[in-house]
């Protein structure tokens, strides 16, 4: 039974909304306000121009070029115009989003992580340091009996271990940063007008879990998480900015002594449980979810947030799941990304049932946009051109 999170509803769009979907930004600034120019929604000095149309945006803004801090402030400040002015902008959770809450760097850059710095690093970092020290080094015998010098030796590397911007996206990532609550908000799936919209897909083995299933599946695993950094960080084990291989750290570290199941195969019909009050859990309670965090849905490969087969799967096995995905949805149309598409443009599969919409913006394609209003479905380019496409 998943933990009690809140999750937003599937949205409706009203007669003659027009719909549009932009795929995969990766910190392409640029080619984001070129796409959304190019389809209207946002004027000269990039306030929403929409209207009442409804902004699918299908996950993966960060990673990739330096403009994610930019991206990510542009699309919080759409959201809120769009609904004051009867619109809407709904963002999905995408892997590179699921990558920074868990606080997995590996593909932020280091001109991304320059834009979060604070100007006064030095003494910034050395703050952050002593939190360093009283979560880690204090359980390292050797610092305690260190000399002053031979101490401040271990800051200064630290210090300058430390890329420019690190500790200060780890921490606007968080629960309480002013990105990462934003990014907490976001569901895995959305249906707008009968249209599904997710990041990656939903394997036949999910069968048995509805849309809101997974996006309550994904919140609450998200909120485990967090519970579980709270709880490691009044117990002095992490530093308030914790990546992901501190807080498995010191998980072990507060579970130690306990005996561990062997580690689970990813099973995506039956992912591993999770504590409906994590504060109510005994330490076997609180470390052994996080402890088989890879077969959660947010790491999972064939997962709804990681799995490629929309994209690379044969077309004789696409037309065959499709059927099955509208039926269980009550969709008539399915959107994806995630994937980019070998010639840059929006690519339709499963006999006019899915549409791919990632075409590499951020990775020497081109921005695009699927915009769907009534029964036009329309793929539109950045210079200007467009297509409109078959569909069901």
């Not at 795929?23 to 389809?39: E, K, R």
Request: proline share 4%.
């Amino acid at each position: 039974m998943f933990a009690v999170t809140t999750m937003p509803a599937p949205v409706s769009a009203q007669d003659g909304q027009r719909i549009v979907a932009v795929g995969d930004v990766h910190g392409d600034f640029d080619g984001l306000v070129d796409i959304l120019s190019a389809t209207g929604l946002v004027d000269g000095d990039l306030a929403w121009a929409g209207g009442t149309s409804v902004l699918v945006q299908t996950g993966d803004l960060l990673d990739g070029k330096s403009g994610v801090r930019d991206v990510l402030d542009l699309m919080m400040r759409l959201q809120s115009e769009a609904r004051a002015a009867g619109g809407d902008v709904i963002v999905l959770l995408g892997d590179h989003e699921v990558l920074s809450i868990l606080g997995e760097l590996r593909d932020v850059s280091p001109e991304t992580l320059a834009t979060f710095a604070v100007e006064n690093q030095e003494e910034y970092l050395q703050a952050a340091f002593e939190e360093f020290v009283r979560a880690y080094l204090r359980m390292e015998a050797g610092y305690q009996q260190a000399n002053r010098s031979q101490k401040e030796s271990v800051r200064d590397k630290w210090v300058q271990d430390q890329a420019t911007g690190r500790v200060e996206y780890l921490r606007a990532m968080g629960p309480n940063g002013e990105y990462g609550k934003w990014l907490r908000t976001m569901p895995v799936n959305a249906t707008v007008d009968g249209v599904l919209f997710m990041h990656a897909n939903v394997a036949p083995q999910l069968a048995a879990f509805s849309m809101e299933d997974i996006n309550q599946r994904l919140a609450s695993e998200v909120a485990t998480l967090d519970a579980s950094r709270a709880h490691l960080l009044s117990q002095g084990f992490v530093t308030s900015f914790p990546d992901v291989r501190e807080t498995i750290r010191a998980i072990e570290f507060d579970a130690r002594g306990l005996d561990w199941f062997e580690q689970p195969r990813e099973m995506l019909n039956r992912p591993p449980p999770l504590p409906e009050n994590f504060a109510d859990e005994d330490r076997f309670g609180r470390s052994e979810p996080i402890l088989r965090i890879n077969g959660w849905f947010m790491l999972a490969q064939r997962g709804p947030i990681w799995s490629e087969s929309y994209a690379t799967a044969p077309d004789g096995l696409i037309d065959a799941q499709m059927p099955g995905l509208l039926e269980a949805s009550g969709a008539r149309l399915v959107v994806a990304a995630h994937v980019p598409t070998e010639d840059s443009r929006i690519r339709v599969r499963g006999g006019g049932s899915l549409i791919l919409i990632d075409t590499g913006m951020a990775q020497g394609g081109q921005a695009s946009a699927l915009v769907i209003h009534g029964d036009s479905v329309e793929a539109v380019y950045a210079d200007g051109s467009s297509e409109s496409l078959g569909t069901n």
